[in-house]
Every structure is written in structure tokens, then in C-alpha cells.
């Protein structure tokens, strides 16, 4: 019996690739098995790889075919040449007969099925070498939208099997050693969403720049998919909480970006096959394309697309602009960062700082230095230069073979989903994106250094930086009794060391995404009458689409508070409450109206006194409806508030009963309080603090400060402040005896035990509970705190070798040996 030239999407499995290819094996998978879980695939067929074979034979192509790849494997002619005869080949070639009613009579019937008479269909091509775990074959061959009609399709068909020989699939192929005869195509017909009225975008489940198993990664624009694969259009973007996806009633959205959404694509104008590009209105590039429901519902639909795979995935969707209804139109492996070890990273570091040209979306996590190589079109691409960073508009498939020899990549245009972004991760090199002008503020041979390393955003910067990378090995990291966390201040950073084996963050600094995200004072957001001019104009263009300037403030915190909160889940995540002295606050937009000159802001009106203050009380309020919304709406029960620089136990009880009438009452649904421990009298009244809050963690750089009389600013008295000075160390000591008499948990949370592996020894002797660090210090000091845990004296079973606790660095500067450390420490 032979075999059939065409299959129905409910027909086949993902067993079919040698038939159908990757991406139609995958769409049948969906359509078969996932229908009952509320995954939807528009309707369609495939034609199958004997079906492509048969094109083949039928006109004779595979002598001929062969003929055109020897002549450019000699030299004898070039790359374009030879892709551009084969295609000629198919294009000129017949389709047989019975192939062709194979098309037209599932194409009828596939209308019939819609109620349609002439269904406008996608032709999709599906090669046998694609879509597959270690290669995604992403963009290399040809998709034609908007297709109606019989003669139409015949049309699209061909062309699909002529763009198995695109110079870029030719070249691809090449590269990962594959025999281009042994390549069959498939193509994909399949009905077309309407997303031309509406919108459609690429969603993975997996972060693409760090590898974060957990969360579901968004991309969205207006219109018809393909701006937002080709990088015209820098799309919205939107970061879903995997592990809460599954609590009833949560959003577990914890990161929403508005693209700049320039352009649609959309159904052309009397023809088949064609689409055009329009401009979007000035709502449209204000608006978000998906809303809260849709953007769940898709990210539910991805945790049951990889839990299906049993591996992350690369996710195309869109939305029927005439029904309202979502669906999914691609699926294959992700490629990259699936990949990538789970114990091993590198972690890059600028040593210096210069003037910022300009920033975009970051690709990867690298830094790369070198001259600007600006092209704007493909057809100048000859003029590229190796080991040069290339700067362009966008990027399609043409541009790989010079993105190979790139040392980085930077773009005008595209998201993180973008031609760009997926081959700049593939190939390793570090990419910026959607810049919006890196062609017009880059000159040519200018000298520039991009960093991708401080998150989500990437900036480039005028001249050669020197910046380190480091070879982050946990692998063989020792377990340690002492609970260690981190300290993580930038949201945008968050994900970077998700692999470190921290039982939680330990210190989540608000202040931070306030300063950096934010950018108002609080107060000028409840009453923005009151501040300048120029600050309401500031105010009116940073809270655009907010009914009320005070719910900005409270979105972006508690998005800022949520992604902190991720990467070690269900671990704990404690929050800092706001700790700007009142000349910091002054420096955000409309703040000097509200904040008063003071002397000394370092012992003035901070932390605790304000927040029961009415000159910040409603300021305060914002802060709580945030946490609620982290807590209660997104879902993250892990979330500990901790209150700063709190000077007495008066003040405790009037700022605990400031938070209660703001919904956030100690031990309702499981909220904890801690507070800060870094005022003397906190040490001294232990026993009573201790009563108020489930925990303490103990501030060093303030409590030194303010137990050796020490401006920790000052550099005049740089030599005095010492963490490990005796009358420092006693008082932390102490602090942790009445906190465990008490009951409760204490923790440090300064930069001492990064600094000093000694005084990381100290606080393993005192039985401290937790030791929160930067990330970039964990690997030491976990090794330190190992050794000092071993059974005897912590100080002396520290090992007399020299024992590096640092990692690689080329200037040494983070490196550090335990040899001697019992002579450093001066006070035990």
C-alpha cells in the first residue's frame, strides 16, 4: 500500500518527523494529545517528506541539485549562486498531478470543516532536520501568510520547497553536517488565526538569557507574528511564575514591559499570499496587546506544552482577532540554555564605568569590547569585519554567516524573542536588542564596550572597558548547617544566580526599585499637584495608563518585590521596607517638596519613623498595598517583611500597628515580621524586640557605625570601621544569644562575612542561623563556613594550605586564602 501524501494535524504524532518534519510532527502532537487540556491548534495538514521526494524525482532535481553543491563546494561558484540555480530548479519544476489533488481536495475540505469556501491558509515549511533538541533550524526556511485559493497554494507550495535552499539553510546545514540530499520537506497548511485584528508573539519556558527553569517568558506585538520572529517591532513582554501557576485565584506575573510596537503586519490588499506592514496608532504602542487573563492563560498553556515534552520549549501564538480565542501555532525544543549545566556559569563584571551610548534588551549575560561595525543592510554585508561588533538595523536568517564572526551583536530593532536575539544565544555571542537608534548613536570604527551582566537591560558604552569573567563552578559546593542566602537588590539581575544552592534571599532591598524603576517619591505620586511643573510632566509620562499615578507605584514594586522573590522559592525572600535617608528621597522626582534639609540624614528621620509619620504615612500605605499584592494576589506566601532602623520598642509597636490597618497584620496568612538589627538599643532591649518580631537580621555596617561612633562614609576614618573590632563583635554575639533565647531566628545580612572569611568563622561559633551574602562572594564564603563547621575549633580546622575561596578572576582581586586567617582575627 503506499504511503500518503498528505496527513491530517490529528493524524500524526511527534514520532512522525522522518515524515513530516519537526515542526508538523509537533503541531500533530498538540492537536492529538493536548486538545483535552485546553491546548488549541488552528486545523490543518501536512504534506509528507514522500511527497517532497517525489517533486524530486518527478523532475528530475537530485542529480542536478548535487551538480550545483559541487560547484560551489569547489569554488567554482558562490554560495548565492548555487542556492539561487537549485531554487530556480523547484520554482521552474511541475508539480505532479496527483500531489497537487492531494492539496486541493484536503484544502477543500479543510473550508468545508471552517464553513469557509476559500479559507485563507498559513504554508508553512517543515524540514526533517529541524525543530530538534540540539538544533533549531530557526528561520530557515520560508512561511507565506494570507494564502487563499487553489492556484495560490500550488504557488506557496512550490515556493516552500525551493526555500530548502536558501543561502541560509544551505549554510546552516553546512555548519551542523547535514546532507542537503538526505533533507526532506514537509509543508504545513494550516488556517489562519486572525491575528492581523489582534496580536500574536513567541513564548518560551524557560528564561532565554539565564536559564531559569521557572518561569514562562512572553513576547507580544500587534498583528501577524512575523515582526515579532524577523525583530521589526520591539515587542511587549511579559515574565510568568511557573510554580504558582497552579494556586487558585493568584497572577503570578511578575514582570510586564511595554514594547514600542511601531509597526503591524497585517492582510494585504486584493492578492494571495500577501501581507503588508502598516503603522500602529498612538494607543496601540501605549496599550499592552494581551491582558492579564490571556497572558496566564498562555503561560498555563506552556507549563503543559513542556510538562508533554518533558523539556523547555520555543512557542509561537496568536490571538483570532474576530473569536477572542488564543491559540498555539508552533512548538520545538528549546535550544540553548536546555542545554546549559545546572553547576556551572560564567559571571561577567565591569571593572569601570564609561558614558552610555545607549541601552536596549540584554541577550545573554556576557560583556564584549571592540570597534562598531555599522551595516545597515544586508546588501553591504561583505563590508563586515571579524572580531568587530556588529551594530545594524535587525537581523534576518542572510545575516548569520557575519553574526558567527561577530565578537557582539547590537540592533535597532527586535525584543528578546527576535531573528536576532535566538541565533546571537545559539551562537554564544552577546547581543543588545531594540535599542531604537544604535545606528544613528554609533559611528563606525568607534570603539565601544556592550555588558549584558547587570540583567534584563543592556547597555553599550563609549570605549574599551576592562571588565572580568569568572568561572562560577558549585558543583562541588559542601553542604553547611548555617543557612546561607544572598542579597539581591535589582530586580533585572534576579535571575542571574538562580543556580547558586541559597536557601532564600536574605535581604531584598526596596530602596532599590524605587531609585532605579520607579523614579518618583512616593508622596509626589499621592498628590503630584503639589510638585513642580516639570515634575508632573515627568510623573504624567512615567504613570501613562494608570488611572491614579499612586497605582504605578504600587504595580511596578510589587512586580520589582516578585521577581526577587523567584529564584529561590518556596525559600524565603525577606524585604527590606523602604530605607532612603531624607537627602536620598529628595533626589526622586517631585521629593524635594516633601522631604525636610536635615544635618545628618544618617541618623535622622529614616527607616521606622517614617512610616507612622503623617508627613510619609501615605507614602507607607503604597509600600504595604504592594506587599499585599505580592503576597495575596501573585501568590508569594514566601515573602518576609522586615523593618529597618527601628529605634525603639514604642516605635516597633506603632509601626506594627501602622502596617495592620494597611493588611498587613503579623501572623494573618502566615506573615512573618523581622526586623533590622543595627541600632545598639536593639541589642540591649533584645528581649523585648524579640517579643514583636519572628526574626532579626543583624545590619553590620550600621551597627558598627553606630557602636564605634564610625561615619561609614567617611574616609578620613576608613581605618576605624572595623565589623570584627571587639566592641562590635560582642554585641553581635549577644544579639544572637537573646535571640535564640527568645525563640527566634536572627541572621546577618552585611557585607562583613563577604569580606572577612574570618568573621564568617566568628558567626558559625556563635550558632547564627543564616548568613545572607552578595552572590558573587557565595562561593568563599560557603566554603568557609563549611570548614568552619567541621567538629573541633572552627578557626583551626580551617586547612593550612592556601585554599582559594574566590574563583577566577584575571586581576586576583576576588581571590582569597584561608592561610593565616587565625592571626587576622584579632578579637575571638
Same mark, same amino acid.
Given at each position: 500500500m503506499p504511503k500518503p501524501l498528505i496527513l491530517w494535524f490529528e493524524e500524526i504524532t511527534i514520532t512522525d518527523v522522518p515524515a513530516v518534519g519537526g515542526k508538523n510532527a509537533s503541531l500533530g502532537e498538540m492537536t492529538a494529545a493536548l486538545s483535552q487540556r485546553g491546548v488549541k491548534v488552528p486545523s490543518g495538514f501536512a504534506t509528507t517528506a514522500d511527497a517532497y521526494r517525489a517533486f524530486i524525482r518527478h523532475n528530475d532535481l537530485a542529480p542536478r541539485i548535487?551538480?550545483?553543491?559541487?560547484?560551489?563546494?569547489?569554488?567554482?561558484?558562490?554560495?548565492?549562486?548555487?542556492?539561487?540555480?537549485?531554487?530556480?530548479?523547484?520554482?521552474?519544476? #511541475?508539480? $505532479?498531478?496527483?500531489?497537487?489533488?492531494?492539496?486541493?481536495?484536503?484544502?477543500? #475540505?479543510?473550508?468545508?470543516?471552517?464553513?469557509?469556501?476559500? $479559507?485563507s491558509v498559513a504554508v @508553512?515549511?517543515?524540514?526533517?532536520?529541524?525543530?530538534?533538541?540540539?538544533?533549531?533550524?530557526?528561520?530557515?526556511?520560508?512561511?507565506?501568510?494570507?494564502?487563499?485559493?487553489?492556484?495560490? =497554494?500550488?504557488?506557496?507550495?512550490?515556493?516552500?520547497?525551493?526555500?530548502?535552499?536558501? %543561502?541560509?539553510?544551505?549554510?546552516?546545514?553546512?555548519?551542523?553536517?547535514?546532507?542537503?540530499? %538526505?533533507?526532506?520537506?514537509?509543508?504545513?497548511?494550516?488556517?489562519?488565526?486572525?491575528?492581523?485584528?489582534?496580536?500574536?508573539?513567541?513564548?518560551?519556558? &524557560?528564561?532565554?538569557?539565564?536559564g531559569f527553569p521557572n518561569a514562562i517568558v512572553i513576547s507580544a506585538a500587534w498583528g501577524l507574528g512575523e515582526t515579532v520572529v524577523q525583530g521589526t517591532v520591539n515587542p511587549d513582554r511579559y515574565l510568568v511564575f511557573k510554580p504558582l501557576l497552579a494556586q487558585p485565584a493568584t497572577e503570578p506575573i511578575i514582570d510586564k514591559e511595554l514594547g514600542g510596537k511601531a509597526f503591524r503586519m497585517v492582510y494585504g490588499e486584493g492578492g494571495s499570499h500577501r501581507t503588508r506592514i502598516v503603522e500602529t496608532t498612538a494607543q496601540e504602542r501605549e496599550t499592552f496587546v494581551l491582558d492579564n487573563t490571556d497572558i496566564l492563560k498562555l503561560a498555563r498553556w506552556g507549563v503543559v506544552i513542556e510538562d508533554h515534552?518533558?523539556? $523547555?520549549?520555543?512557542?509561537?501564538?496568536?490571538?483570532?482577532?474576530?473569536?477572542?480565542?488564543?491559540?498555539?501555532?508552533?512548538?520545538?525544543?528549546?535550544?540553548?540554555?536546555?542545554?546549559?549545566?545546572? +553547576?556551572?556559569?560564567?559571571?561577567?563584571?565591569?571593572?569601570?564605568?564609561?558614558?552610555? !551610548? +545607549?541601552?536596549?534588551?540584554?541577550?545573554?549575560?556576557?560583556?564584549?569590547?571592540?570597534?562598531?561595525?555599522? &551595516?545597515?543592510?544586508?546588501?553591504?554585508?561583505?563590508?563586515?569585519?571579524?572580531?568587530?561588533?556588529?551594530?545594524?538595523? +535587525?537581523?534576518?536568517? %542572510?545575516? !548569520?554567516?557575519?553574526?558567527?564572526?561577530?565578537?557582539?551583536?547590537?540592533?535597532?530593532?527586535?525584543?528578546?524573542?527576535?531573528?536576532?536575539?535566538?541565533?546571537?544565544?545559539?551562537?554564544? !555571542?552577546?547581543?543588545? !536588542?531594540?535599542?531604537?537608534?544604535?545606528?544613528?548613536?554609533?559611528?563606525? %570604527?568607534?570603539?565601544?564596550?556592550?555588558?549584558?551582566?547587570?540583567?534584563?537591560?543592556?547597555?553599550?558604552?563609549?570605549?574599551?572597558?576592562?571588565?572580568?569573567?569568572?568561572?562560577?563552578?558549585?558543583?562541588? =559546593?559542601?553542604?553547611?548547617?548555617?543557612?546561607?542566602?544572598?542579597?539581591?537588590?535589582?530586580?533585572?539581575?534576579?535571575?542571574?544566580?538562580?543556580?547558586?544552592?541559597?536557601?532564600?534571599?536574605?535581604?531584598? @532591598?526596596?530602596?532599590?526599585?524605587?531609585?532605579?524603576?520607579?523614579k518618583v517619591h512616593p508622596m509626589a505620586l499621592v498628590y503630584p499637584e503639589r510638585t513642580s511643573p516639570e515634575a508632573q510632566r515627568q510623573i504624567r509620562e512615567l504613570t501613562r495608563g494608570y488611572a491614579h499615578p499612586s497605582d504605578y507605584f504600587v504595580d511596578v514594586l510589587a512586580r520589582g518585590i516578585a521577581k526577587l522573590a523567584s529564584p529561590y522559592h518556596p525559600h524565603p525572600a525577606i524585604v527590606r521596607l523602604s530605607d532612603f535617608k531624607t537627602n536620598e528621597y529628595a533626589h526622586l522626582v517631585g521629593g524635594d517638596v516633601f522631604e525636610p534639609e536635615e544635618e545628618n540624614p544618617m541618623l535622622g528621620f529614616r527607616g521606622a519613623s517614617r512610616y507612622y509619620d503623617e508627613r510619609y504615612r501615605e507614602g507607607f500605605a503604597l509600600e504595604c498595598r504592594a506587599l499585599r499584592r505580592v503576597r495575596e494576589t501573585m501568590g508569594f506566601r514566601n515573602v518576609i517583611v522586615m523593618v529597618p532602623f527601628c529605634r525603639t520598642p514604642a516605635e516597633a509597636d506603632r509601626v506594627l500597628g501602622t502596617m495592620a490597618e494597611n493588611g498587613l497584620r503579623r501572623g494573618e496568612n502566615g506573615l512573618q515580621i523581622y526586623m533590622m538589627c543595627e541600632v545598639p538599643s536593639n541589642v540591649i532591649l533584645a528581649e523585648q524586640f524579640a517579643t514583636r518580631f519572628d526574626g532579626f537580621s543583624i545590619g553590620s555596617n550600621d551597627l558598627t557605625q553606630l557602636v564605634l561612633g564610625v561615619d561609614r562614609d567617611s574616609g578620613i576614618l576608613a581605618s576605624l570601621f572595623d565589623e570584627r573590632d571587639e566592641a562590635v563583635t560582642r554585641m553581635i554575639a549577644e544579639a544572637i544569644r537573646k535571640a535564640h533565647a527568645a525563640g527566634i531566628k536572627i541572621g546577618i545580612c552585611g557585607q562583613a562575612p563577604s569580606n572577612y572569611p574570618d568573621f564568617a568563622a566568628f558567626l558559625v561559633t556563635e550558632n547564627i542561623d543564616s548568613i545572607s551574602l552578595n552572590p558573587d562572594s557565595f562561593v568563599r564564603t560557603v566554603d568557609a563556613v563549611s570548614h568552619a563547621e567541621l567538629p573541633g575549633d572552627p578557626l583551626t580546622a580551617l586547612p593550612d594550605k592556601d585554599v582559594i575561596l574566590g574563583y577566577a578572576d584575571d586581576d586576583n582581586s576576588d581571590r582569597r586564602t584561608l592561610r593565616g586567617i587565625r592571626e587576622e582575627m584579632p578579637h575571638r
Open positions: 548535487a551538480k550545483q553543491l559541487a560547484a560551489f563546494h569547489s569554488g567554482k561558484c558562490t554560495l548565492q549562486d548555487a542556492g539561487q540555480a537549485i531554487r530556480s530548479l523547484f520554482l521552474e519544476g #511541475e508539480m $505532479p498531478s496527483y500531489i497537487a489533488n492531494d492539496i486541493i481536495t484536503a484544502y477543500a #475540505e479543510l473550508g468545508r470543516r471552517a464553513g469557509i469556501d476559500r $479559507p @508553512r515549511s517543515s524540514a526533517t532536520a529541524e525543530d530538534l533538541p540540539d538544533a533549531s533550524f530557526a528561520g530557515q526556511q520560508e512561511t507565506f501568510l494570507n494564502v487563499r485559493g487553489q492556484l495560490a =497554494l500550488q504557488d506557496a507550495c512550490r515556493r516552500c520547497f525551493a526555500s530548502l535552499f536558501t %543561502d541560509r539553510a544551505i549554510s546552516y546545514r553546512e555548519a551542523k553536517g547535514f546532507d542537503h540530499l %538526505d533533507v526532506a520537506l514537509s509543508i504545513g497548511i494550516q488556517q489562519m488565526v486572525r491575528s492581523d485584528l489582534s496580536g500574536s508573539g513567541v513564548m518560551f519556558s &524557560i528564561d532565554t538569557e539565564t515534552y518533558q523539556r $523547555p520549549m520555543d512557542m509561537e501564538w496568536a490571538k483570532d482577532g474576530e473569536t477572542g480565542e488564543l491559540y498555539i501555532v508552533q512548538a520545538r525544543p528549546e535550544t540553548v540554555q536546555a542545554q546549559s549545566s545546572a +553547576t556551572s556559569f560564567r559571571h561577567y563584571r565591569l571593572k569601570s564605568k564609561g558614558a552610555a !551610548v +545607549t541601552t536596549g534588551a540584554a541577550i545573554g549575560t556576557a560583556i564584549a569590547a571592540g570597534k562598531a561595525c555599522v &551595516i545597515r543592510t544586508v546588501a553591504d554585508i561583505a563590508q563586515f569585519r571579524d572580531g568587530s561588533i556588529l551594530v545594524t538595523e +535587525t537581523t534576518d536568517p %542572510d545575516w !548569520v554567516p557575519v553574526m558567527k564572526r561577530a565578537a557582539g551583536i547590537v540592533t535597532n530593532h527586535g525584543g528578546t524573542t527576535s531573528h536576532a536575539a535566538i541565533v546571537s544565544r545559539e551562537l554564544g !555571542v552577546p547581543a543588545i !536588542v531594540g535599542t531604537g537608534n544604535a545606528t544613528e548613536v554609533i559611528a563606525e %570604527d568607534q570603539e565601544i564596550t556592550i555588558s549584558c551582566a547587570d540583567g534584563d537591560i543592556g547597555t553599550i558604552y563609549d570605549g574599551i572597558l576592562d571588565f572580568s569573567m569568572a568561572e562560577v563552578d558549585i558543583g562541588s =559546593l559542601p553542604a553547611t548547617k548555617t543557612d546561607m542566602m544572598v542579597n539581591i537588590a535589582n530586580p533585572a539581575a534576579a535571575f542571574q544566580w538562580w543556580r547558586l544552592p541559597a536557601k532564600g534571599v536574605g535581604l531584598a @532591598r526596596m530602596e532599590f526599585i524605587i531609585n532605579a524603576h520607579i
